[in-house]
């Protein structure tokens, strides 16, 4: 059986990732460290602006769907009265925290998650993270601060950009309470110009996939995506994506290819199914199936960050998401993905807990197909909830998919 080529840069990202979750475990015990929790796509830069060592919990749930542990904690949280049908990545991290347990014992030593002086979240992907973080709040006794954008947008208009920017000032005098001194506009600039650049080479690294064939696929990209969410706004995700981008554009020159032999080009629509990684991955190289490109994956592009409009540029990209545009926002959106990346078929992931990134109740796979004559396979499932994941009834969905690209 064949397997996609290993990314040797993957020994330099277990290093970075380790140092990252050890500082924050350092910080923990140092009086003189302040910790900021912030949702995936909440504004970190400003955070970072103001001395905080920040962490982010959607990646302590991935890594308990990615360790496929998510199941033994998704009961505790429903115990205490949580919908099962809600965010599996809420309800297996609250689990998991009642529970006293965390991946980050196996993968980095580390026996708790840090423990935060405040919390800070952005609406912008979904109504889940303020209650998500409401929990902890009350929990911990730890003051909260959200960022509600506007949600469902057509066209992004300065309005929805100043609310957004506005509410982001009201926080900057917010931060300066708990850390008692003043917000530094340079620095916030400083914070902005190393996530803009870390921003412009991810997308370079994901564009690599462009070429035919690929050289790197989601699943990997899945993976190699961590610095641009934990460590933006920092030197380190911008020489990591340095390195990593090199190896690729190697891989290319040497014609090494992501699957060997590329005889189909998919593309992922919605989130990660993270505990089965791996066995669709397998598959798809079985199949000769390269998952070249993904919305969600691109999430953490900012290319609207500007340092010399801190406020207004961070609340445009903050609410220029995906996931925060309208139908006829994500559809163009997809078709210019389907041209650049040259798809022959879309895997939609319908999320049972995830709606906001589900883009498959009404209607949209069927249209874009009319539209673009690319055929689609919905496959249901969850991020976390593997309760809900058929392995056989997928596994053969996605033979009977690739056998329509194939023509057969």
Known sequence: MGKSPVIKSTQELKRIATAYYKELETATKDPDKKIAWCSSVGPA?????????VYYPENHSAMLGASRTANNFIPISVAQGYSPEICSYLTSDIGAYLKKETPFTKAYGINEIPKPDVLVYNTNQCRDVQDWFSFYANELDVPIFGINSPGFVNEL????????????????????????????????????????????????????????????T??????????????????????????????????????????????????WEGMPIWGKLRALSDQLYELKSCVVASTYCNSWIFSDFNPNEPFLSMAKAYTNLFINRSETGKMNYLKQMIHEYKIDGIIFHNARTCPNNSNTQYGMPKRLEKQTEIPNLVIDADLNDLNVYSEEQTKTNIEAFVEQLAGI
């Open 218 to 267: 989601f699943f990997d990209s899945c993976i190699h995506m961590l610095p641009a969410v934990v460590l933006r706004g920092n030197q380190i995700a911008i020489d990591y994506y340095n390195v990593l981008k090199e190896e690729l554009e190697i891989r290319i020159e040497d014609q090494i290819s992501a699957v060997s032999p590329e005889k189909f080009r998919v593309y």
């Open 157 to 216: 208009k300065q309005s929805h950009i100043r609310v957004v920017a506005d509410q982001m000032k009201d926080l900057t005098e917010y931060l300066e309470e708990i850390t008692d001194h003043p917000f530094e506009r340079k620095k916030l600039q400083e914070r902005l110009k190393l996530s803009l650049e870390c921003s412009t080479i991810w997308l370079e690294v994901l564009k690599t996939a462009t070429n035919v064939p690929s050289p790197l």
């Open 45 to 53: 830069e400003l955070l970072l602006a103001m001395d905080f060592e």
